[in-house]
């Protein structure tokens, strides 16, 4: 879908160097919109060509926070993470951020749509029970991520400077192939690949590991049941990767427990056809008060 012509939009991006965050400031001046990013540390510029510009300022400061988002913007999506340095205190990051964020959007002037980015957590499976209350999550999901997904999280962890997760999920590859494809020798270390995976799980069944999923569900209850202001709370599919191809094509899926969008359970997609995604909800809202996903082609490149 491209803009309307000659409508330029003002869209503001809570969160622009994130990488959801990025590929929709990209979306966005690529269809000639003007965009502001807002967070504490903005880029001061963009290396795509654009009119764009950017906002330093403290999101738990609800009242700046608030007159930034009075600016007569046409539409705001909120790309939101929080440092995952510590994961002690994801979740409550997570949530204190949120709740700003909410506060200072109802304290606003703003009247356009505004665009949460969640985490997959908060879908629904086939039977209409949270993705994220499936026994032991999310251990059996990592544990069947093809080769090529494990890949992924390994580099883009690396990308990330968390030196420490790249070879989790290294170890994490290589315990589950020596059980699962075991070669001519790969008895020797099996009790060693065992190990590790048990300690893998008692880790990340963990709360402290969950915080960024349960956090993110937290953020979307916020928002339920709120007619003060438009708003959409999009859940990106379990298998979101970033560093992909755009290919502009993704389907488009409402999510609730009377209607699950177990497709995003299921499927995944890349950054960069998420951002056309959200970029095509800015210009045409389809999806005030709902919670959605979107799922499109992976794995058209390697890692």
């Given at each position: 879908m491209s803009k309307t012509p000659g409508k330029t939009l003002k869209v503001a991006v809570i969160g622009p160097k994130g990488q959801c965050g990025a590929c929709v400031v990209d979306e966005l001046l690529s269809r000639g919109h003007a965009v502001v990013g807002i967070s504490r540390s903005p880029p001061q510029s963009w290396p795509r060509p654009g009119n764009y510009s950017s906002v330093a300022l403290n999101i738990y400061n609800t009242k700046a926070l608030a007159e930034a988002l009075s600016q007569n913007f046409d539409a705001i999506v909120c790309a939101f993470g929080p440092p995952l340095v510590d994961l002690k205190t994801v979740?409550?990051?997570?949530?204190?951020?949120?709740?700003?964020?909410?506060?200072?959007?109802?304290?606003?002037?703003?009247?356009?749509?505004?665009?949460?980015?969640?985490?997959?957590?908060?879908?629904?499976?086939?039977?209409?029970?949270?993705?994220?209350?499936?026994?032991?999550?999310?251990?059996?999901q990592w544990y069947s991520?093809?080769?090529?997904?494990?890949?992924?999280?390994?580099?883009?962890?690396?990308?990330h400077g968390s030196g420490g997760?790249?070879?989790?999920?290294?170890?994490?590859?290589?315990?589950r192939n020596n059980i699962e494809h075991p070669g001519w020798f790969s008895w020797i270390l099996r009790p060693f690949a065992r190990l590790f995976m048990r300690?893998?799980?008692?880790?990340?069944?963990?709360?402290?590991?969950?915080?960024?999923?349960?956090?993110?569900?937290?953020?979307?209850?916020?928002?339920?049941?709120?007619?003060?202001?438009?708003w959409s709370f999009l859940s990106p599919p379990w298998l979101l990767r970033d560093k992909g191809i755009r290919t502009g094509k993704y389907e488009k899926f409402i999510d609730s427990i009377e209607s699950?969008?177990?497709?995003?359970?299921?499927?995944?997609?890349?950054?960069?056809?998420?951002?056309?995604?959200?970029?095509?909800?800015?210009?045409?809202?389809?999806?005030?008060?709902?919670?959605?996903?979107?799922?499109?082609?992976?794995g058209l490149k390697e890692w």
């Open positions: 979740y409550a990051e997570t949530c204190e951020a949120q709740a700003k964020i909410k506060q200072a959007l109802l304290l606003s002037t703003h009247k356009g749509p505004f665009v949460i980015i969640g985490g997959a957590g908060s879908l629904h499976n086939k039977d209409g029970s949270d993705f994220a209350d499936l026994p032991d999550f999310p251990f059996p991520w093809p080769d090529q997904h494990l890949d992924y999280m390994r580099v883009r962890s690396k990308d997760f790249h070879k989790f999920i290294s170890m994490f590859k290589w315990a300690r893998a799980r008692n880790f990340m069944i963990k709360p402290e590991a969950r915080g960024l999923i349960t956090g993110s569900r937290i953020a979307l209850r916020m928002w339920e049941g709120v007619t003060e202001k438009r699950p969008a177990y497709q995003g359970v299921e499927g995944g997609i890349y950054n960069e056809d998420m951002a056309v995604a959200i970029v095509d909800e800015v210009e045409k809202p389809e999806t005030d008060y709902k919670h959605w996903t979107c799922t499109g082609p992976i």
